[in-house]
């Protein structure tokens, strides 16, 4: 397996717009703009002047005039995350997205398309470099524990071999396993459990009874470095799509310029939309929705995006402030497509092409696709 790791990769879009940004101690504004402006993120060039996340602004400057503060913009994070995932894409279907700039993916049976894995994964390092200009780090083991922790030594490719992986976890302790919980971690530490060399020798039935029995084996394999999960897909399913964006502060629904993306999606495929399902949250996490109906996915694209806004507008209230927005859609068939199609499908699909031309010819004119007839 191999993970990747874009560090700080909030920072590196920023730098990557200013290019004076650069070596300076930089820090995100927090948008939840509380009655006293703090920090949100801050970098390592401001952690090593004592600046840390929730400290005051007034305080911040004081104690580092050159510290630079950007506005947040989650929703560029967000699409760096999804670029980072098509990136990825391209070498192997099988993955899993972590955190902000993280990725973890399985590369095994991909040595006859790309060859040796240590090869693959330094040339997935330059390409996110000279795709996006991004400084990454990867790691290289069988283990998915142990490829994390080899990510974030920080060279450049750490590759840990095959029955290696219980001695390079060893030493790390266990504050870095995120899964185990500050209880638990407490429980270890009070049993002078400090680092992974402390439970690998422990046997399986006594960890059961320090944890939850469900947790043991997970955890086991974690420490040992014996975890080989099996990833999800990368990609989404096919005839699916799936988009979500965050609102960084919330705001008010007209203000979250939901037509203007509908219509960017809407255009951008090459089918005609089979089911459209719209999700959101508002602030205090409450969810909302709503479904197209048969004759709104028959509209044209500007009538429909009109009637999405407007029934996201009709439910969210100006009372409410939106932080999410989701929006799930599938296309064409609305179904994978079989190895063996029936004859019409065959058809159906073939003209798929041929109305998103028609629509985009036409906005204004609805241009009904061919599964609309089977019914009859």
Same mark, same amino acid.
């Given at each position: 397996?191999?993970?990747?790791?874009?560090?700080?990769?909030? /920072?590196?879009?920023?730098?990557?717009?200013?290019?004076?940004?650069?070596?300076? $101690?930089?820090? *995100?504004?927090?948008?939840?703009?509380?009655?006293? $402006?703090?920090?949100? *993120?801050?970098?390592?060039?401001?952690?090593?002047?004592?600046?840390?996340?929730?400290? &005051?602004?007034?305080?911040?400057?004081?104690?580092? $005039?050159?510290?630079?503060?950007?506005?947040?913009?989650?929703?560029?994070?967000?699409?760096?995350?999804?670029?980072?995932?098509?990136?990825?894409?391209?070498?192997?279907?099988?993955?899993?997205?972590?955190?902000?700039?993280?990725?973890?993916?399985?590369?095994?049976?991909?040595?006859?398309?790309?060859?040796?894995?240590?090869?693959? &994964?330094?040339?997935?390092?330059?390409?996110?470099?000279?795709?996006?200009?991004?400084?990454?780090?990867?790691?290289?083991?069988?283990?998915?524990?142990?490829?994390? *922790?080899?990510?974030?030594?920080?060279?450049?490719?750490?590759?840990?071999?095959?029955?290696?992986?219980?001695?390079?976890? &060893?030493?790390? $302790?266990?504050?870095?396993?995120?899964?185990?919980?500050?209880?638990?971690?407490?429980? /270890?530490?009070?049993?002078?459990?400090?680092?992974?060399?402390?439970?690998?020798?422990?046997?399986?039935?006594?960890?059961?009874?320090?944890?939850?029995?469900?947790?043991?084996?997970?955890?086991?394999?974690?420490?040992?470095?014996?975890?080989?999960?099996?990833?999800?897909?990368?990609?989404?399913?096919?005839?699916?799509?799936?988009?979500?964006?965050?609102?960084?502060?919330?705001?008010?629904?007209?203000?979250?310029?939901?037509?203007?993306?509908?219509?960017?999606?809407?255009?951008?495929?090459?089918?005609?939309?089979?089911?459209?399902?719209?999700?959101?949250?508002?602030?205090?996490?409450?969810?909302?929705?709503?479904?197209?109906?048969?004759?709104?996915?028959?509209?044209?694209?500007?009538?429909?995006?009109?009637?999405?806004?407007?029934? /996201?507008?009709?439910?969210?209230?100006?009372?409410?402030?939106?932080?999410?927005?989701?929006?799930?859609?599938?296309?064409?068939?609305?179904?994978?497509?079989?190895?063996?199609?029936?004859?019409?499908?065959?058809?159906?699909?073939?003209?798929?092409?041929?109305? &998103?031309?028609?629509?985009?010819?036409?906005?204004?004119?609805?241009?009904?696709?061919?599964?609309?007839?089977?019914?009859?």
């Amino acid at each position: 397996m191999l993970a990747m790791w874009v560090p700080e990769l909030p /920072f590196q879009l920023a730098c990557g717009r200013d290019g004076g940004l650069r070596g300076r $101690p930089l820090a *995100f504004l927090n948008p939840e703009q509380p009655r006293t $402006p703090s920090l949100w *993120f801050v970098n390592r060039l401001a952690k090593s002047e004592a600046l840390a996340p929730g400290m &005051a602004l007034d305080q911040a400057l004081r104690r580092s $005039p050159g510290l630079k503060v950007l506005e947040p913009s989650p929703q560029v994070w967000w699409e760096a995350q999804a670029d980072l995932a098509q990136c990825l894409q391209q070498w192997t279907p099988q993955g899993q997205l972590g955190r902000l700039g993280e990725a973890l993916v399985e590369l095994n049976g991909t040595q006859r398309i790309f060859g040796p894995l240590a090869d693959t &994964a330094e040339r997935i390092r330059r390409e996110l470099a000279q795709r996006h200009g991004w400084d990454s780090h990867g790691g290289l083991s069988l283990s998915a524990t142990a490829a994390q *922790f080899a990510a974030h030594a920080e060279h450049r490719l750490e590759r840990v071999a095959e029955g290696a992986e219980a001695s390079f976890l &060893a030493p790390q $302790p266990l504050r870095r396993l995120t899964e185990l919980s500050p209880r638990l971690r407490e429980r /270890f530490h009070r049993l002078g459990l400090w680092r992974f060399g402390d439970l690998q020798p422990v046997p399986l039935p006594v960890l059961a009874e320090l944890t939850h029995p469900a947790l043991a084996p997970t955890l086991h394999a974690q420490v040992c470095g014996e975890d080989r999960p099996c990833l999800p897909l990368l990609t989404e399913r096919p005839s699916h799509a799936h988009h979500r964006w965050r609102l960084q502060p919330p705001c008010l629904p007209e203000e979250t310029q939901l037509a203007s993306r509908c219509l960017r999606w809407l255009w951008a495929e090459s089918r005609s939309p089979r089911t459209l399902q719209l999700r959101w949250w508002d602030v205090d996490g409450e969810p909302h929705g709503w479904r197209a109906s048969a004759e709104d996915l028959a509209a044209p694209p500007l009538a429909l995006v009109r009637r999405i806004e407007a029934s /996201f507008l009709h439910v969210a209230t100006r009372r409410q402030l939106v932080r999410e927005v989701e929006l799930h859609l599938t296309w064409g068939l609305g179904r994978a497509t079989a190895l063996f199609q029936e004859l019409p499908m065959q058809r159906l699909e073939r003209l798929e092409p041929v109305l &998103a031309r028609l629509r985009r010819r036409f906005p204004d004119q609805p241009v009904l696709p061919g599964w609309m007839g089977l019914g009859a």
